[in-house]
């Protein structure tokens, strides 16, 4: 690089290094104010899925503020050396707004996770009430604190409607799904930075395709992230992996993804 190719890097960097302390500062404060939400609501998901959702404007807020700099202020500038220069400008750009979206599932899914943490302590003391009878107020026994069922009174014969407590029912659903995904967010971000390489390497080629090698890697990504959320779900829940769930996402990937490339099909057809 020339000296003038020099400046305008490090200006473009300087200014995609601002936006990214600009989302640190919203990061802190929503840790802080989602956590006290949610202390506020320990059952009640509601509340704090609304403020995530106003978070994640503020995040687009952000990644507006590139595209809208890079369109009108730096583009030209980058294009104007020649377009080996000009992918440079692109992959900062790309580099900066997939941190960005990185950071916020990061700290979006540890916020969702900790109030799945304090929820599991509330259903655990639920485990630990004993139900009692609607009619004589004698003690009945659920086969499990999960299901619902009804239950006749050993004492009154009177029948029960049993239902899972509130904590225990929520637990069970929002709360071992947001600790599950949350386990394989790690996974998933790995393959997305890996398929970022995958198009500047087809890029440097002049748009090559993608080798068979390569969907395969890919292919088996996709499964390891599904995989690991599910088996992470299935420990959390104490119930065997929902396999049939792992296989229905990549019947979807596989329609969507490979089936649609010549290179796959041609090595494995649509089965």
């Known amino acids: 690089m020339n000296g003038e190719q020099k400046a305008l890097v490090e200006r473009w960097r300087s200014f995609l290094d601002k936006i990214a302390e600009r989302q640190e500062e919203i990061i802190a404060e929503a840790t802080a104010g989602c956590a006290q939400l949610a202390a506020q609501h320990p059952v009640d998901s509601l509340p704090l899925s609304n403020a995530l959702s106003g978070l994640d404007h503020r995040i687009r807020q952000l990644d507006d503020r590139i595209e809208e700099t890079w369109e009108q202020q730096v583009e030209d500038k980058f294009s104007s050396h020649g377009s080996e220069f000009f992918d440079v400008g692109i992959d900062m750009r790309k580099d900066a707004e997939m941190a960005l979206e990185h950071r916020w599932q990061t700290a979006k899914a540890k916020i969702v996770a900790d109030h799945a943490r304090s929820l599991y302590q509330l ?3 639920k485990f630990d009430e004993q139900p009692m009878c609607e009619r004589c107020g004698a003690p009945i026994q659920p086969a499990s604190r999960t299901i619902s069922e009804t239950i006749a009174c ?12 509130m904590e225990i029912q929520m637990y069970r659903g929002a709360g071992a799904h947001a600790l599950a995904e949350e386990a394989s967010l790690g996974l998933r971000q790995e393959l997305e930075r890996w398929r970022e390489e995958v198009d500047r390497w087809r890029r440097a080629r002049d748009w090559a395709p993608e080798p068979l090698e390569s969907l395969e890697q890919w292919r088996a990504k996709e499964l390891a992230c599904w995989q690991r ?4 779900k299935a420990k959390l829940l104490g119930e065997p992996v ?3 769930y792992v296989d229905s996402r990549m019947q979807y ?3 969507y993804q490979l089936h649609m490339n010549q290179i796959w099909v041609k090595a494995h057809g649509k089965g």
């Open 242 to 244: 929902d396999q049939a």
């Open 123 to 125: 259903a655990l003391a």
């Open 253 to 255: 990937f596989d329609k």
């Open 154 to 165: 050993g004492a009154c014969g009177a029948q029960n409607s049993y239902q899972p407590a």
């Open 229 to 232: 959320y599910a088996e992470e």
